[in-house]
């Protein structure tokens, strides 16, 4: 079961990632950061659960910043550094 949601939440990560490289969708849009947020929050909490600091703390800084992003966005700002 750890396995399927670590799985999960790359998958939530991936796509967007993948289709920002691709062109298909911007870094700075709300589907982008949505996902991002939510497949870093999924391996976040996995990580905390599981004892596994590190990642822990890339997955929980990467969800911060992604919600950051996604308040700017929502709220009609470019998130910071934003081109």
Do not use: D
Request: charged share 10%.
């Amino acid at each position: 079961m750890e396995q399927a949601v670590q799985i999960f939440g790359s998958i939530l990560i991936l796509i967007p990632f993948a289709l920002a490289q691709w062109g298909r969708t911007s870094a700075h849009s709300k589907g982008y950061l949505t996902l991002n947020l939510c497949g870093s929050a999924v391996l976040a909490a996995q990580a905390g659960l599981t004892s596994q600091w590190g990642f822990l703390l890339l997955e929980g800084v990467w969800a911060i910043v992604s919600f950051f992003g996604l308040i700017a966005v929502l709220r009609g700002r470019e998130p910071r550094g934003a081109h």
